[in-house]
């Protein structure tokens, strides 16, 4: 809205108001003022005929428009107004004293011959008394006098001065009346009431100049006071003022309305604008609301700005603009009635807006309840499903146990504190499967899938990890053996899962730990040269030999792990329990090993040599066996990552055949009892008939057809004699006879009571060569008693069940042909033993000798057919070696457990 096209304030009612603030002092002001005035342009006047009589040097500088003082001061010394005289009349001052310079002459009058001044101005003034000029007092010079004379005396000598240049016709007489001003202002004497009449009618010039006739001032004066009351004001005011003095009033007046008008008007507009803006706001702020989607009305709104607003009032004030207060009333009613009805409306769209809003609530909250609903049945079918799968995952378990597999687990190790890259190859685990996401040749991203036994994930915790592994560990008790063993790159986890990180804290123990909870009763028995069999009593004392143990291993850096094992971890519990209700005896044994891959091929064939020969009991089909294998998340190790998974999916599917429980029957028992005491009688004859042993030395050889003689032992012997007797006992299932187990134990108690000890798990192959003779093996070191190894006794090394095999490595590399090492070698695996002695019928050499372990390494390698479980990768090898536990030469290639069971059968069948 214009400002300038609607006026807020009446003119009229500003116009009274200044005159009611200022008329009073408008005319006091400017009467002074005009006084003043006057008396500066008589000055001005006189001050300028001087300069002309005398010249500015004769006036001494006197200014053209000089102050009251400077007037008065340079006239002091009275020697400008002589001089002056004496122009207008030569000599009629005789004598004038100059002063000696301007500066002696100082404000004030204060010269320094104040008689010499007053000389001249007493000659002055009577010269000027005596021409008939108006004079002045002489302290009028002097500050405070009237220096007005001074100047209405110089101002008659100038009168004088020209009516003498014009002739000097007639007397002189000064009048003093006011001329026309040198600066061109003149004050013009009228009548009151005419001047009113002419000044009024320029100031009605917006008006019609018709109106007022010219020759009627009474008339005109009237009727324009009848027609505006902004006249009759004026008219008023001025009423009481002397002529003279209306314009100067009416010229200040005019200017304090200007002054008042424009301020009002500034008032007014900053009002404007701030309307404006709260109306914008306003329009804003009711608009808002309206932009809910579907109502078509906002549009209309939203185009109603305020320029169209400003439009419409203007139209509807159009014609009613002379009545200023009307018209302002009327806008701002018709802005009041625009807005009311925007209100309206954003209030009946918000209502609207709002009511849409309610049944779009309802609807989803509708459709929320309905896929809850769903949802819920899902996660019901989810949950079954999950059960199912779980079900699925057990019974196929079962169907693993029963076919004898392998069992394969897999666990991803997590990223490592401080490791920069935490870019996981790992996608998904799900049940089983492991998805893992493999950088592919052209660029894109591929993925590869792995089912397992049982996946974990880096997230998984130790007793996690166990609880699942649980059941397993406890059909140890149940007669079973188990071997779980840990596979993997190096750094990707094996120790970790085994043992535990190297600052172990109960929550971070590993499986080996976590399974002595179970029981802590154990039997002992390890075929390790040097390695010590050491009876314990407590899961506390089991632990602190793995403590032992685990100090003594050798650990060294790797480009990848800071602690990599250099050594492998071998830990056998033989357990026997007794089922009091049936007096049945149960033995089972737990091999538990942890291998670590090495960074260089060097010593990786005689680590895994070594763990061959250990792990052979858990693989002669006897015992549950459980690979455990590990891979790390890293984007770098995928290579290994996924040759690792490939292998374990292989092995995954080898079938080791059925596991059966060591179990002993009443009447195997009873047997064992008859021959534990036979052998008892034997040992204690043993020393009476020395000369009885070259007499069974023979009866050995001639009863084995296999062996030879200085692997035979009296034992054995007593164990055909037993086979014989059983075979004739018709309620005897000969399947007893079979569990080598059961034999073996009896062996093993042997062996440790002449201080010789082998490993009671794999003796199944033995069975099925038909050859009941157990060949006599180096046995590990029997400590009966433990004391020897505990705190308070000092520590020998070969006293200890040692874990650490990195010693029997060094000695396979350095003494390769040694037949100490030969004979220990052979110890260690009596399967290994099996074979050869296989291989030596075959090629008819009776003799261990040179049969080392890096040969037999060599021989498998030029024979995988005799491995039951696929060959892993290069770097691999040394685990994959573990699992190619070298076999009999004779046992079939493929589909070995079946096989081997076949071959079992057909011997019992003999039997
Ligand atoms: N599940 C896990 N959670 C936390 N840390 C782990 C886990 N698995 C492994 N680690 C850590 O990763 C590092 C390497 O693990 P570990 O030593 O067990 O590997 P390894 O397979 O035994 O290696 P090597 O074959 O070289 O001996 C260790 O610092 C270990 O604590």
Redesign the pocket.
């Known amino acids: 809205m214009s400002s300038q096209g609607m006026l807020d304030f009446s003119l009229v009612a500003m116009v009274d108001d200044v005159i009611q603030q200022h008329g009073k002092r408008l005319s006091d002001i400017d009467l002074a003022s005009r006084k003043a005035s006057e008396a500066s342009l008589r000055r001005f006047e006189a001050a300028g005929w001087i300069r002309k009589m005398i010249g500015v040097v004769g006036a001494k500088d006197l200014p053209a428009e000089p102050t009251e003082d400077e007037f008065r001061i340079k006239m002091q010394s009275g020697i400008i107004l002589c001089n002056v005289l004496n122009k207008i009349q030569a000599g009629v001052v005789p004598k004038i004293v100059e002063a000696p310079s301007d500066a002696v002459i100082i404000p004030d009058g204060a010269a320094l011959s104040v008689y010499q001044h007053f000389e001249n101005v007493r000659n002055f003034l009577v010269s000027v008394e005596r021409m008939g000029i108006p004079t002045f007092e002489a302290s009028d010079l002097e500050q405070g006098g009237k220096s007005s004379r001074i100047v209405n005396c110089v101002l008659a000598m100038k009168s004088y001065s020209e009516w003498k240049d014009k002739g000097g016709h007639g007397v002189w007489k000064y009048g003093g009346n006011f001329k026309q001003s040198p600066s061109g202002k003149q004050f013009v004497r009228r009548n009151s009431d005419a001047f009113m009449n002419s000044f009024l009618r320029s100031l009605s010039s917006e008006k019609s100049l018709d109106s007022f006739p010219s020759d009627d001032p009474e008339h005109d004066l009237s009727e324009m006071d009848n027609s505006c009351p902004f006249y009759s004001l004026i008219r008023k005011f001025l009423s009481d003022k002397r002529q003279e003095e209306i314009p100067t009033i009416m010229e200040n007046l005019l200017s304090k309305v200007t002054e008042e008008f424009e301020r009002r008007l500034a008032t007014q507009n900053e009002q404007m604008k701030s309307d404006a803006t709260a109306l914008d706001v306003s329009c804003t702020n009711n608009i808002l609301p309206c932009s809910m989607p579907g109502e078509m009305k906002n549009d209309a709104i939203l185009q109603t700005d305020d320029t169209e607003m400003s439009k419409l009032v203007e139209v509807e004030c159009e014609g009613v603009f002379s009545d200023e207060v009307d018209c302002r009333v009327s806008k701002k009613h018709v802005l009041f009635e625009k807005q009311n009805k925007d209100l309206q409306d954003l209030k009946h769209t918000v209502s609207a807006a709002k009511l849409d809003i309610q049944l779009m609530q309802k609807k989803y909250q509708e459709e929320i309840n309905c896929l809850g609903q769903h949802l819920h049945s899902l996660a019901h079918a989810a949950s079954g499903y999950q059960k199912v799968l779980e079900e699925n995952r057990k019974l196929y378990n079962q169907v693993q146990d029963l076919k004898g597999n392998i069992r394969v687990y897999c666990?991803?190790?997590?990223f490592?504190p401080g490791q920069p890259n935490r870019l996981s190859t790992l996608a998904s685990i799900d049940n089983g499967n492991i998805t893992l996401i493999t950088p592919s040749k052209n660029g894109k991203e591929e993925r590869k899938s792995f089912t397992y036994n049982q996946v974990?994930g880096?997230s998984?915790?130790?007793e996690m990890?166990f609880s699942d592994m649980k059941p397993l560990i406890r059909s140890v008790l149940d007669g079973y053996n188990v071997c779980i063993f840990?596979y993997?790159?190096?750094?990707?986890?094996?120790?970790?899962?085994?043992?535990?990180?190297?600052n172990l804290t109960e929550d971070?123990l590993g499986v080996n730990y976590r399974a002595l909870e179970i029981r802590n009763s154990s039997q002992n028995g390890l075929n390790v040269p040097d390695a010590n069999l050491i009876p314990v009593t407590s899961t506390s004392e089991v632990m602190y030999l793995m403590d032992l143990g685990h100090k003594n291993r050798a650990?060294s850096s790797?480009a990848?792990?800071?602690?990599?094992?250099?050594s492998h971890s071998c830990l056998t519990v033989y357990v026997k329990g007794r089922d009091l209700t049936s007096g049945t005896d149960l033995r089972g044994s737990l091999g538990d090993v942890?291998?670590?891959?090495?960074q260089k091929n060097a010593h990786v064939p005689y680590r895994n040599s070594k763990l061959t020969q250990l792990l052979q009991d858990a693989l002669g089909g006897q015992a549950k066996t459980l690979m455990f294998v590990?891979i790390s998340p890293e984007p770098d190790a995928i290579g290994e990552t996924i040759s690792t998974l490939k292998f374990a999916e292989r092995v995954s599917t080898v079938e080791l055949g059925a596991a059966r429980a060591n179990k002993d029957s009443a009447n195997v028992k009873e047997l064992k009892e008859q021959i534990a005491s036979l052998k008892a009688a034997l040992a204690k004859k043993e020393g009476e008939k020395n000369t009885q042993k070259p007499e069974l030395r023979r009866m050995l050889s001639t009863g084995s057809t296999t062996s030879s003689s200085s692997c035979q032992s009296v034992e054995d012997i007593e164990v055909n004699d037993n086979l014989k007797r059983l075979q004739r006992r018709k309620t005897f299932d000969p399947q007893d006879l079979l569990k080598g187990s059961a034999n073996w134990v009896d062996e093993d108690m042997v062996h440790k009571q002449n201080g010789i000890n082998m490993n009671g798990t794999c003796l199944g192959q033995q069975r099925e060569e038909g050859d009941h003779q157990l060949p006599k093996m180096p046995s590990n070191k029997y400590i009966p008693d433990p004391s020897k190894i505990y705190p308070e006794q000092p520590i020998n090394k070969n006293d200890i069940l040692n874990h650490d095999m990195n010693k029997i490595r060094y000695e396979v590399a350095t003494t390769d042909e040694s037949d100490e090492l030969d004979v220990a070698t052979t110890d260690s695996s009596e399967a290994d033993f099996l074979w050869r002695r296989n291989a030596r019928k075959t090629t008819s050499i009776p003799t261990l000798k040179g049969s080392t372990l890096k040969t037999t390494t060599l021989k498998q390698a030029k024979h995988p057919e005799r491995s039951l479980i696929p060959q892993p990768s290069a770097r691999r090898q040394s685990t994959g070696t573990v699992l190619a536990t070298p076999k009999n030469a004779r046992r079939p290639v493929s589909g070995s457990g079946d096989g081997r069971r076949k071959t079992v059968k057909a011997k019992l069948e003999k039997h």
């Not at 990848?560 to 250099?566: A, D, G, I, K, L």
């Open positions: 666990r991803v190790r997590p490592l974990f880096p998984a915790t130790q990890v840990a993997g790159q190096t750094g990707s986890g094996k120790t970790y899962t085994m043992s535990g990180p190297n971070t650990v790797t990848m792990n800071n602690r990599s094992s250099r942890i291998s670590s891959l090495s590990h």
